[in-house]
């Protein structure tokens, strides 16, 4: 089999890819380990919990004991379904903000500054709010500002404003820093995944789809000519784009001979690119749930019980009507942690329900919680190999919490939490505190409950970043081109310099969407230059 672009991975980068190549009349063939994504646990948003826990739609992937954090192994998922991660995440859809693209520009990510993204998040983008300066509402991929039903939603956002917190109609737009409500890939009460928004449509137009476990790049020379997988050979005619994820990406290019030539020979594998920087530069965002009883029946809690959960699921499937069509995470917040800080470096996701991320463990009745985690870490992991063998996971090493800052910026996060849930919004219905309890207030004990109880928010990234060609650190140059080898790009997350504020499936799909101008050679979308709101206060205040 070939084609003229051969897509490992159908994930939300992938998909995009294979969408806009095909619409461009090239051929096009995309590779995809996992099945389908039909079925309501899926496609319910309120069952967001279940497949990310499923060997069926996900890889199970666990880190190595991180040192910092005790020695747990800390969970994190990458969807293994038509769709990728966008089938089996939360929804949530934050671009990142602006100054995020700033800086990888200025990390050597040159025509990836916001105002070179701008034109393609516009681009992929129906957003039920409007078109705008900033906005699209024609591309496919469909977006929703969540309805915010139950009244503690506005109470979050009123508390933030309430402790001196700005308010945003739109963090998506031109100012991010604020309390508001979400945005979510949520459309007619279904999850509006890459699958749906991109995928099913290029394989409508003439894209083949083969599911299939890639398991090494072929190479002649230096020049990439397809792709080795557990069902033969597929032939690329022009190029194969890497789209795997940042666990999977790297692997392979490893698996192929591309990467640090060192950790390649000890596992037998010839040289083909010494690049150093596949598989190092790992980040992710960390988060804790800090959760408070509520002394009113008004939190989800009421669909707790199984008899509730089954009308809940009922509703849904006869409607797409009702909590099932919500991810439940419908307000947040994006604030700075101190004066000093240009923009938002702390993120909330706010449930009316204390309950485990995993969908277990509900608290003692009702109650409401807050997610929260610093934006911009600057602990760096890496990904490498366990052995030659394509079968074998790679070896995951976030050196979680490796940097001082870290214990500093997460006990800020749990003292300002506790300021917002202290304001006078939410007197009519607070209880007592949860989760960590009225008890824990030194640094020690802070940092001790944050060692036992902080988990990764699933935001990987950055294993194949991008940045000039003589960067010795960078993996694929500002078009995605693998440097030092000929008909390969990467396109999905792991090009990230930095990770990104907020959600990352929002960039990921966007990275996809600009690789697509960059192979199809016709020249980028026009530059916006549009700025973005920031605080004038930021020098002197937090808010």
């Not at 990770?499 to 996809?512: Q, R």
Request: glycine share 10%.
């Amino acid at each position: 089999m070939k084609a003229e672009y051969v897509i490992i991975g159908a994930g939300s980068a992938g998909s995009a890819l294979a969408f806009r190549l095909t619409q461009a009349g090239k051929s096009v063939i995309v590779l995809e380990a996992g099945g389908s994504d039909a079925g309501p646990l899926i496609n319910m948003p309120g069952a967001l919990s279940y497949p990310m826990n499923m060997e069926r739609y996900a890889w199970r992937y666990w880190t190595e004991p991180e040192p910092h954090l005790g020695g747990r192994q800390i969970y994190n998922p990458r969807g293994k379904v038509i769709g990728g991660s966008s089938s089996i995440n939360g929804m949530i859809y934050v671009r990142g903000h602006a100054m995020d693209y700033e800086t990888w520009a200025d990390m050597g990510a040159d025509g990836w500054a916001y105002a070179d993204v701008l034109p393609y998040f516009k681009r992929m983008e129906n957003w039920n709010g409007g078109a705008s300066a900033y906005r699209g509402d024609s591309g496919p991929l469909h977006v929703s500002k969540s309805p915010m039903r139950n009244l503690l939603y506005q109470t979050f956002i009123d508390a933030g404003a309430q402790a001196g917190f700005e308010i945003t109609e739109d963090y998506n737009g031109e100012k991010q820093e604020g309390f508001a409500a979400f945005d979510a890939t949520i459309h007619a009460g279904k999850r509006w995944s890459a699958a749906r928004a991109y995928m099913k449509p290029a394989v409508k137009m003439g894209a083949k789809l083969i599911h299939c476990e890639a398991q090494r790049l072929r190479m002649d020379g230096t020049r990439c000519v397809g792709v080795e997988t557990d069902k033969g050979f597929i032939a690329a005619e022009a190029e194969v784009i890497v789209s795997a994820s940042p666990f999977n990406t790297p692997k392979l290019l490893m698996l192929s001979g591309i990467g640090p030539a060192d950790h390649l020979r000890d596992h037998g594998i010839e040289v083909v690119a010494d690049r150093q920087g596949v598989g190092q530069n790992l980040q992710d965002h960390l988060e804790l749930y800090i959760q408070q009883a509520c002394t009113q029946p008004i939190t989800l809690y009421r669909y707790w019980p199984l008899p509730k959960k089954m009308q809940v699921g009922l509703q849904w499937v006869l409607a797409q009507l009702g909590p099932g069509a919500s991810n439940g995470f419908e307000s947040c917040g994006f604030v700075r942690s101190k004066a000093g800080v240009q923009y938002p470096d702390i993120q909330y996701h706010f449930l009316p329900l204390a309950v485990r991320y995993d969908g277990t463990a509900a608290a003692e009745g009702h109650g409401w919680q807050a997610h929260v985690g610093p934006m911009r870490s600057k602990s760096r992991g890496a990904v490498t190999l366990k052995s030659a063998d394509p079968k074998e996971p790679p070896r995951i090493q976030f050196n979680y919490m490796s940097h001082p800052e870290d214990w500093e910026d997460f006990r800020h996060c749990i003292r300002l939490t506790r300021e917002i849930f202290g304001q006078a919004a939410f007197d009519p219905y607070r209880g007592k505190e949860i989760s960590p309890g009225a008890d824990v207030q030194s640094d020690d004990d802070l940092d001790a409950f944050i060692a036992e109880h902080v988990e990764s928010a699933y935001h990987p990234c950055g294993t194949a970043r991008m940045g000039r060609a003589d960067d010795p650190m960078a993996v694929v140059d500002p078009a995605c081109r693998v440097i030092g080898v000929q008909g390969l790009r990467v396109a999905d997350s792991s090009v990230f310099p930095q990770v990104t504020n907020g959600n990352l499936n929002g960039p990921s799909i966007m990275v996809g969407e600009k690789a697509a101008d960059h192979i199809l050679g016709r020249g980028m979308l026009p530059r916006e230059n549009l700025a973005p709101w920031i605080n004038p206060r930021w020098q002197t205040s937090d808010r």
